[in-house]
C-alpha cells in the first residue's frame, strides 16, 4: 500500500471540521477537508456560541474576529426557555451568549483554518474507505481515492463516515418535528405579540419574533415526522400555524424553509482503528438549549492536539484514547439534559407542573447557576484521577503577568504556571511553555495546562510534574 499522502481527511466543513482542521494546522499537520456541497449554506440561522465556547476562540485568538459579527445577551433564560435572569459571577471573563448566523460562524473557521494552511475542497463525498495498519484509502464518490494516515467523520447527523464504520447510533427516533423559516407577515405586530403570547402560555416552543423590517423568524412545532427528507413549503407552514394560531398571519415571501426532528442518538464509539468521529456525526439531540454546535466544536478542540500529537509522534501510547473517554460523558450529559428540557416543554399537564417547580427552584441562585453551567459547558470536569477540585477542569482567562491567559495559547501548546519560579518543564519545552510568577489571581502553587485549556496538574514538586508532563506530552525530547 502506498504511504500516506496526508496525515488526516476531515469529511465535513461544518463548525466542526473546520475547527478541527485549524486545530491540527498549529501543529503542521497536513489536513484535507472535503466537504459534498459545493456551496455555503445560504440560509441565516441564528446559534448561540455559549461561555465555553466563546472561550475558545479567546484561546486561538478569533474572538475580536467572531465578536465583529455577533450580538451579545446575558447567559441566562435559555434552559428549557425558562424567563430567569442570568447567575451572578459566573466564573468567566466573557460570561454572555454570543447570537450569530451560522453561515458566519463556519465562514470564519474555513478561512481560518486555509488561513493556517488546511486544504478544502467542495463538491467532494466521501463514497467509502478501507484502513490498515498505515492509514485510510478514502474513495470519493467519483471513483478518486486519497490515502492518508487518519479519517475524521465531521459529516453530520446521517454521517455517510460512522455508517461506513458499521458504529451503531443508538438513542430514540424523532416523534415530532419543528418547522422553521425566515418570511414576511401581512398583520399588524401588534397582532402578532398578543396571539404569540396567548399560546406560549402552554406552548413554549411556537415562536413569531421580529427579524429586521418586515421580517419575522418563525419557529412551529409538529405533530408526527414527514416522510419526506426535503425542507417545508410555505403551504406547510401556513396550514400547521392556522392549526395552532388559528391564522396563518399572512406570511409571504420566505426567505429559508425548514424542519428538524427530535431524535437523540449517541454513537457507542468515537473511534475504530484510525478512522474518528466528531461532532453530529458522533451524537445528535433536539435544539434546545442551543448546545450542538458548541458540542462539535469542543469535540474538535479536544481532538485537535491530541491527534496531531499522535502524528507528530510524541503523544503518550493512550493519549488519543482519551478523545472518547473524555468526550463520550459529555455528550451523555447534553443529551440527557436536552431530554430533560423537552419534557419540560410538554403542553401535557404532569410536565407542566414540574415546570412550574421548577421554574420555583431556579429562583434559588445556585439552581440556577448550575443549570446555566451545565448548559454552557464551564462546568466540566474531565477524570483526571483523585486531586485538586482544580484537577480536570478549564481555568478561566484570568489576568497574567503578561496580559490575559488566553492569549498565551494561541498556539495550542501546554502551559506551566508557576507561583514558585523553582520549576521547569525541561525537555518538554518544545511542546510547553513555561510563564515564571505569573499571576496572584492563583491560590494554588503551580498548574499545568493542556493545550485545551484544562488543569492537567496541580502542585509545586519538580518530580511529580515530569510525571504528568510524561503523562499529557510523552518522552522529553534528547
Given at each position: 500500500m502506498d504511504s500516506p499522502q496526508l496525515d488526516v481527511i476531515i469529511a465535513g466543513c461544518?463548525?466542526?471540521?473546520?475547527?478541527?482542521?485549524a486545530e491540527l494546522r498549529l501543529h503542521d499537520v497536513r489536513v484535507l477537508v472535503l466537504e459534498k456541497e459545493t456551496e455555503p449554506v445560504s440560509f441565516a440561522r441564528i446559534?448561540?456560541?455559549?461561555?465555553?465556547?466563546?472561550?475558545l476562540m479567546a484561546m486561538r485568538g478569533l474572538l475580536d474576529r467572531v465578536l465583529q459579527h455577533g450580538r451579545q445577551r446575558p447567559a441566562g433564560g435559555f434552559f428549557a426557555a425558562i424567563a430567569k435572569p442570568a447567575p451572578k459571577?459566573?466564573?468567566s471573563a466573557h460570561a454572555y451568549l454570543l447570537g450569530i448566523p451560522q453561515p458566519v460562524v463556519v465562514r470564519l473557521l474555513e478561512e481560518h483554518a486555509i488561513q493556517r494552511g488546511a486544504q478544502v475542497r467542495r463538491g467532494c463525498a466521501v463514497a467509502d474507505f478501507e484502513q490498515d495498519d498505515e492509514g485510510v484509502t478514502v474513495e470519493l464518490a467519483d471513483g478518486e481515492q486519497l490515502r492518508s494516515r487518519y479519517l475524521v467523520g465531521c459529516d453530520g447527523g446521517r454521517s455517510t463516515v460512522r455508517k461506513l464504520l458499521g458504529v451503531g447510533f443508538p438513542g430514540e427516533p424523532s416523534r415530532?418535528?419543528?418547522l422553521m423559516g425566515e418570511m414576511e407577515v401581512g398583520v399588524p405586530q401588534e397582532e402578532i405579540a398578543a396571539t404569540v403570547a396567548e399560546i406560549q402560555?402552554?406552548?413554549?416552543?411556537?415562536?413569531?419574533?421580529?427579524?429586521?423590517?418586515?421580517?419575522?423568524?418563525v419557529v412551529v412545532p409538529v405533530a408526527g415526522v414527514s416522510e419526506r427528507a426535503e425542507p417545508p413549503t410555505l403551504e406547510d407552514f401556513k396550514q400547521h400555524l392556522r392549526t395552532i394560531a388559528g391564522t396563518d398571519f399572512g406570511v409571504h415571501s420566505p426567505r429559508w424553509l425548514s424542519r428538524f426532528g427530535d431524535a437523540t442518538r449517541l454513537a457507542e464509539?468515537?473511534?475504530?482503528?484510525?478512522?474518528?468521529?466528531?461532532?453530529?456525526?458522533?451524537h445528535i439531540h433536539p435544539p434546545t438549549g442551543g448546545q450542538g454546535l458548541n458540542l462539535g466544536v469542543q469535540d474538535a478542540f479536544n481532538l485537535g492536539w491530541k491527534l496531531a500529537a499522535q502524528i507528530r509522534g510524541w503523544a503518550p501510547e493512550t493519549l488519543l484514547d482519551t478523545y472518547e473517554a473524555e468526550r463520550h460523558p459529555v455528550a451523555e450529559d447534553v443529551l440527557d439534559n436536552t431530554r430533560a428540557q423537552m419534557?419540560?416543554?410538554?403542553?401535557?399537564?404532569?410536565?407542566?407542573?414540574?415546570?412550574?417547580?421548577?421554574?420555583?427552584?431556579?429562583?434559588?441562585?445556585e439552581v440556577n447557576r448550575y443549570l446555566i453551567e451545565k448548559i454552557t459547558a464551564t462546568a466540566i470536569r474531565y477524570d483526571f484521577g483523585e486531586g485538586p477540585h482544580l484537577l480536570g477542569r478549564r481555568l478561566p482567562d484570568i489576568d497574567v503577568k503578561q496580559g490575559r491567559l488566553y492569549d498565551l495559547l494561541h498556539r495550542g501548546r501546554g502551559l506551566l504556571l508557576d507561583r514558585t519560579g523553582r520549576l521547569t518543564v525541561g525537555g518538554w519545552s518544545d511542546r510547553v511553555d513555561h510563564l515564571a510568577d505569573p499571576t496572584a489571581a492563583l491560590d494554588v502553587p503551580c498548574v499545568l495546562l493542556?493545550?485545551?485549556?484544562?488543569?492537567?496538574?496541580?502542585g509545586d514538586d519538580q518530580e511529580d510534574l515530569d510525571d504528568h508532563l510524561s503523562r499529557w506530552f510523552g518522552n522529553p525530547a534528547n
Open positions: 461544518g463548525p466542526t471540521g473546520a475547527m478541527l482542521a446559534v448561540g456560541l455559549h461561555v465555553r465556547s466563546i472561550e459571577y459566573l466564573d415530532n418535528e419543528t402560555e402552554t406552548n413554549k416552543i411556537f415562536s413569531l419574533r421580529p427579524f429586521g423590517p418586515g421580517v419575522y423568524r464509539r468515537y473511534r475504530v482503528g484510525r478512522v474518528l468521529l466528531a461532532g453530529d456525526a458522533a419534557e419540560l416543554l410538554s403542553t401535557e399537564p404532569g410536565p407542566r407542573a414540574v415546570r412550574r417547580l421548577l421554574t420555583e427552584l431556579m429562583d434559588f441562585e493542556r493545550p485545551d485549556g484544562h488543569v492537567a496538574w496541580v
